[in-house]
């Protein structure tokens, strides 16, 4: 079972994102917030293997979430899930830490593929 934790600013597609983690079953949803400084507090059991991330955060900037949850939960894996596709923002992404990308268009498929293919390496 793929532990898997959500950190979106929107709540509908916070929640659309734990749909589609809630519909494979080898996904389980250990914790959800809406922003990276309240994913910092959040103490998911079991810790998350994969975080999907929004890069767009009104609290603290994406990059910075990400950077904090990689030193929260260094052996998770981030899953940035986001609508910015421009590639100075997924290089970016990469040097903060992040091991996949995928846009806000992708299909629930998409999503929970990319979640297996992060978490496989």
């Known amino acids: 079972?793929?532990?898997?934790?959500?950190?979106?600013?929107?709540?509908?597609?916070?929640?659309?994102?734990e749909l589609f983690i809630a519909s494979a079953k080898d996904l389980t949803l250990v914790g959800s917030t809406g922003d990276?400084?309240?994913a910092e507090q959040v103490v998911p059991k079991p810790t998350p293997d994969v975080v999907l991330v929004d890069l767009q955060q009104p609290v603290d900037p994406?990059?910075?979430a990400v950077r904090a949850i990689t030193e929260r939960f260094p052996n998770a894996?981030?899953?940035?899930?986001?609508?910015?596709?421009?590639?100075?923002f997924v290089l970016a992404a990469l040097d903060a830490g992040v091991?996949?990308?995928?846009?806000?268009?992708?299909?629930?498929?998409?999503?929970v593929g990319a979640v297996r293919r992060v978490q496989g390496g």
């Open 36 to 38: 990276g400084r309240q």
């Open 1 to 17: 079972m793929i532990a898997v934790m959500v950190v979106d600013e929107n709540p509908l597609m916070q929640e659309a994102l």
């Open 62 to 64: 994406g990059l910075a």
């Open 99 to 111: 091991h996949g990308y995928v846009g806000k268009d992708a299909t629930s498929a998409q999503v």
């Open 77 to 88: 894996r981030v899953l940035v899930v986001t609508a910015t596709h421009h590639e100075n």
